[in-house]
């Protein structure tokens, strides 16, 4: 029997809007590169999102610890 390891929300949701913008930023690149959009505009975005990238994984994360703590508790509870 085989055990399939499944990938976590905290990690599929970032990663999944990290290729969301990547396909973002590459489109958007044209723009940039023609002049018309400035540097700070166009990283500034791109540097904001990834923090906001993060921000979101560490709150899942902290969120799927405490469901775990909950369900452990009541578990051991029965």
Not at 48 to 64: A, D, G, N, P, Y
């Amino acid at each position: 029997m085989t055990m399939r390891k499944r990938i976590r929300r905290s990690t599929l949701i970032p990663a999944i809007l990290l290729v969301y913008l990547a396909v973002m930023a590459a489109l958007g690149y044209p723009e940039y590169a023609a002049g018309r959009q400035s540097a700070l505009y166009y990283f500034g975005i791109i540097a904001i999102t990834l923090i906001v990238l993060v921000l979101l994984h560490f709150s899942l994360k902290r969120r799927e610890r405490l469901r775990e703590e909950r369900e452990n508790d009541i578990n051991s509870h029965k």
